[in-house]
């Protein structure tokens, strides 16, 4: 065998990514077009161009001040 014979231990190696789910807090919701099917956020969304993102609001979020929840 070639020396050392072994890989040392908590060296880094190729592994597998992107297949965890990631939250992403803070997005504003900018514009919904409703004709085009359209939601316009503003932040940084995980993935690239083209991916489907699953949006959802948090439970503990509070409406904007002046606002009811109806």
Do not use: F, Q
């Given at each position: 065998?070639?020396?050392?014979?072994?890989?040392?231990?908590?060296?880094?190696?190729p592994g597998?990514?992107?297949n965890?789910m990631?939250?992403?807090?803070n997005?504003?919701v900018?514009?919904?077009?409703?004709?085009?099917?359209?939601?316009?956020?503003?932040?940084?969304?995980?993935g690239?161009?083209?991916?489907?993102?699953?949006?959802r609001?948090l439970?503990?979020?509070?409406?904007?001040?002046?606002?009811?929840?109806?």
């Amino acid at each position: 065998g070639t020396t050392p014979g072994r890989v040392y231990k908590g060296r880094g190696m190729p592994g597998r990514m992107g297949n965890e789910m990631i939250t992403v807090k803070n997005l504003k919701v900018v514009n919904i077009d409703a004709d085009k099917n359209l939601i316009m956020l503003k932040g940084a969304t995980p993935g690239k161009k083209g991916n489907l993102l699953m949006i959802r609001r948090l439970s503990a979020a509070k409406p904007p001040a002046g606002k009811s929840e109806a």
